[in-house]
C-alpha cells in the first residue's frame, strides 16, 4: 500500500548519491526549500549542511553516522529490492514539482534507472538537474522562451508522437521510438511549444533553464498533467 510521506504544496527537493555539488544543492532548494533525501542522498545533505525532512529508502548506501543525523521519525525505512530509491522516496513526495539533485552523472546505470523513473511516474512531476543540462518528461503541452542556438534533445522512451514550433527540426509527423526515432542534438529558433499524446519522451534543455521549467511544470493545472499509471510496488516499510 503506497503512503505519502511528504506532502507540500510547495516544489520540493529531493537529494540522490549520484554527482552533485553543494551549489546545486542551494540552486535547487532556492526553488524547492523543502528537502527530502533517497538513501544515499542524504550523504550529499551532510556535505551540504542542509536538515531533511525525510530520508527514504533501504538505507543500503548511507553510512550509520550519516543516518543518524536525521530524527528516526524523519527515517522510512522501505525494504523491497524492485525499485530504485529515487522510485522509493518519488512515489511517496505529493508536490506540484520535485527537482532532483544528484540523479545524473557519475554512473550511467543509475542514470538510465532514474529517466525510467521519469517515464514510469508520469503523475509526478519531477526535473533532474546535472552538470550542464536539465532533464524532464515532456509534459503533454509545453512551452519554453528558449534562445536561437540553443541545444534541445528529445529522446523517447517508449512510442510517442507530437508537435513542435519552434525547433530547427520540426517532430511533427513523427512516430517516436527509442530504437527507430529520436531527436537528440534538435535546436530552438527562438522559444519552443510541444505536443505529446502519452508521457514517453524526456527533454533535455541547458541547465539555465531549470528555475523556467520547474516554475512552468508547478504551475501546470491538474488536466494539464498525466495521470497515474497502476501501482506497481507494494511497499514494505520498518520504523
Not at 111 to 129: E, F, H, K, T
Not at 158 to 187: E, M, V, Y
Not at 216 to 237: G, M, N, S, V
Amino acid at each position: 500500500m503506497k503512503r505519502t510521506i511528504v506532502y507540500s504544496s510547495d516544489p520540493v527537493t529531493l537529494l540522490g548519491g549520484g554527482a552533485a555539488l553543494t551549489k546545486d544543492v542551494a540552486e535547487a532548494l532556492a526553488l524547492a526549500p523543502t528537502c527530502v533525501a533517497a538513501d544515499g542522498g542524504a550523504e550529499l545533505a551532510r556535505v551540504a549542511g542542509v536538515p531533511l525532512e525525510a530520508l527514504i529508502g533501504d538505507f543500503d548506501s548511507v553510512a550509520a553516522d550519516t543516518l543518524a543525523l536525521t530524527p528516526p521519525e524523519r527515517r522510512h525505512h522501505i525494504t523491497e529490492q524492485d525499485s530504485t530509491d529515487f522510485d522509493k522516496a518519488l512515489r511517496h513526495i505529493e508536490a506540484p514539482v520535485v527537482v532532483c539533485v544528484g540523479f545524473l552523472g557519475k554512473r550511467l546505470d543509475h542514470q538510465l534507472g532514474a529517466l525510467n523513473v521519469l517515464v514510469g511516474r508520469p503523475d509526478r512531476a519531477c526535473v533532474l538537474l546535472g552538470e550542464s543540462e536539465i532533464a524532464f518528461l515532456c509534459p503533454p503541452q509545453l512551452q519554453v522562451d528558449t534562445a536561437r542556438d540553443d541545444i534541445v534533445s528529445l529522446f523517447p522512451l517508449g512510442d510517442c508522437a507530437g508537435t513542435s514550433t519552434g525547433l530547427r527540426w520540426s517532430i511533427d509527423g513523427l512516430k517516436f521510438h527509442p530504437l527507430h526515432q529520436t531527436s537528440t542534438l534538435n535546436a530552438a529558433e527562438g522559444p519552443i511549444a510541444l505536443t505529446m499524446d502519452r508521457p514517453a519522451m524526456i527533454v533535455m534543455l541547458p541547465r539555465a533553464y531549470l528555475g523556467e521549467i520547474t516554475q512552468a511544470l508547478a504551475r501546470a493545472p491538474q488536466d494539464a498533467r498525466w495521470p497515474a499509471r497502476a501501482e506497481r510496488y507494494r511497499d514494505q516499510t520498518q520504523s
